[in-house]
């Protein structure tokens, strides 16, 4: 199983896109590690710098993340950096499966916990420790520390604990 705890990175908007994600002028690449240095290369988002993807291991954004195409290589790169665990008031349906596909995680938490999360820890070195087995987030920076509760589908669950959907299928059938 993966890793899905680790330092955060906050991206405060809706909408980024699987173009933001990995820029579609990488496809062609023939390995996954490839994708690595290219990890939201194109992103619109004021203040941000690619620097601020090194050493996280989570994403907490907004609305409708990894919307646009259905490519899977978006969660090839954001794996290859190390990041297993994005955190969003909702995501783009194919992207979210994609994720669970890897063995990665997409958890959803409503717009008042996104908020809440923005408010409290963005702008601080936040370490988010993930607890599969009670379904629950422990986010700290400083000394201010914060549980809250999340829901997966079992099947989903299952294919994070198997590592993905190939690793399932090869316990299952």
């Not at 199983?1 to 820029?23: H, Q, V, Y």
């Not at 619109?44 to 620097?51: A, Q, R, S």
């Not at 700290?140 to 994070?160: G, N, T």
Request: glycine letters at 6%.
């Amino acid at each position: 199983m993966k890793k899905f705890s680790g330092k955060a990175l906050f991206l405060d908007r809706s909408d980024i896109n699987t173009d933001e994600i990995i820029p579609a002028k990488y496809l062609t690449e023939i390995s996954r590690k490839a994708l690595k240095p290219y990890l939201l290369e194109d992103i619109k988002l004021d203040g941000f710098d690619k620097k601020d993807v090194e050493g996280k291991s989570v994403i907490i954004t907004r609305a409708n993340f990894g919307c646009g195409s259905s490519r899977e290589h978006a969660p090839w790169a954001l794996e290859e950096n190390g990041i297993n665990l994005v955190i969003a008031e909702s995501f783009a349906r194919i992207f979210r499966q994609n994720m669970y596909n890897c063995g990665m995680m997409a958890v959803e938490l409503s717009a008042q916990a996104i908020e809440h999360l923005f408010n409290d820890f963005a702008g601080k070195e936040t370490f988010v420790e993930t607890d599969i087995e009670k379904n629950s987030f422990i986010f700290q920076a400083d000394e201010h520390k914060q549980e809250i509760p999340f829901e997966i589908f079992e099947f989903d669950s299952m294919l994070v604990e198997a590592g993905g959907w190939l690793e399932y299928a090869d316990l299952k059938y």
